[in-house]
């Protein structure tokens, strides 16, 4: 199959869950055999430059160009900001009809588009007869994250753009996907059911399958017998990283020098402050060492040098309509997880088996979590190797890439 993926992602590299599982799904694809081009109408830019140079290119197998060739979406003022996207937009659909000429079997896949940049892909598709699909992994975040959302007339305007085109795109798509249980129920009130997916987070355990890596940390930041606690990931108010700061401040007391907090991301910006003044008024700087953004290349060697990884998540909508994409990473790299029981994680995963569950935002639980581990390394190497094996048969990008294809194939065939 030919394949367009169109998507508002940092690309390769990105500081989010979206670029990741973006990236996931367009490779599962290409393992499958397909031809798979990835449009990116605008590079958000939330990611350092020296790290994405490039506009256009293949990587692993996935042809991607930037139609906007620059990052940000935004430029000054709400006209011009239109104008911009719109220019975008009429690219972006110039480029779908280069790119499906002469294919067979073209198939257009939109990744949790809005209205404005949604619906004239659709149009197009429905013109040209391009089977098209739409997968949603989150709830649009300006409707709830409110720790960071500022009331602008732009930002209404763009809460408004999302809520129009989550009523009205997956009326016209002829297939869905949805990373949660919750996202699946709300879009089976909307259309029929036949047609929606649930498609878990993807990851390449192969990449993730590297020998426990002491040297990577302890040679950089002198972490000789010391217990190494991990997160990887970003700083909305949803993540939950002030509970695991608070969790480790805990922990540290009883366990003194002997344990580190290592803590991998550095977006949004606002978030990222507010971790470090936490960090600095616990008094406990000295044991969490902060890394800041790091590229995917080196996220498996950071796992493999952990003790323990763990996602803190919120109790929040945002985290029951979604799925942590960190967390199949984590498991993959062999390493005993923590997570919070919140979302659709509990039915894949299984407590102190191939995981540990916490109770969401109680700062008091994770840290005996936490501690748990530290006092049972049999256990806690148990559950690192059963988490790995649940990764391989649940989250590889290569199943779940076959049961994508799968589920594509069924629709594109049906009458």
Sequence with gaps: MNIIVVANVDFPEGSGGDTKRVRMICKGLVNRGNRVFLIVPFMPGNTPYAINRQFSGV???????????????????????????????????????????????????????????????????????????IEYCELRFV???????????????????CKIGDFLLPRYVDA??????????????????????????????????VEKQNSYLTNRYRLEH???????????????????????????????DSIKLIIVGSYPQEGYGKIKEMVTNLNIGDEVILLGFKPANEIPYILASSDILVAPKANSILNIAGFPTKLPEYLASGVPTIVSKVGDIQDYATNEKDILFCIPGDSQDLAQKIEFLLENPDLAKEIGTNGRRLAIERFDIDKVGEQMVTFLQGIVSEP
């Excluded at 991990?230 to 366990?255: D, H, M, P, S």
């Design 143 to 161: 409707s709830f994250e409110k720790e960071y959302y500022k009331k602008t007339l732009r930002n209404f305007f763009l809460n408004l753009n």
């Design 176 to 209: 869905i996907f949805v990373i949660s249980n919750y996202l699946y129920n709300k879009f089976a009130n909307k259309v029929n059911p036949k047609k929606i997916s649930i498609l878990p987070p993807l990851v390449d355990t192969r990449q993730f399958y």
């Design 59 to 133: 990587v692993d197998g996935i042809y991607f160009k930037c139609m906007s060739g620059c990052y940000g979406a935004m430029v000054n003022g709400l006209i011009r900001t239109l104008f911009n996207k719109i220019s975008i937009v009429l690219k972006t659909m110039k480029e779908i009809g280069q790119v499906t000429r002469g294919q067979n079997s073209n198939i257009l896949l939109l990744y949790n588009l809005t209205f404005y940049d949604g619906f004239p892909l659709l149009i197009l598709a429905k013109i040209k007869k391009i089977f098209i699909a």
């Design 226 to 256: 010391c217990k190494i606690i991990t997160y990887c990931g970003t700083f909305w108010a949803n993540e939950g990283v002030n509970y695991l700061i608070e969790a480790f401040a805990q922990v540290r007391k009883r366990y003194s």
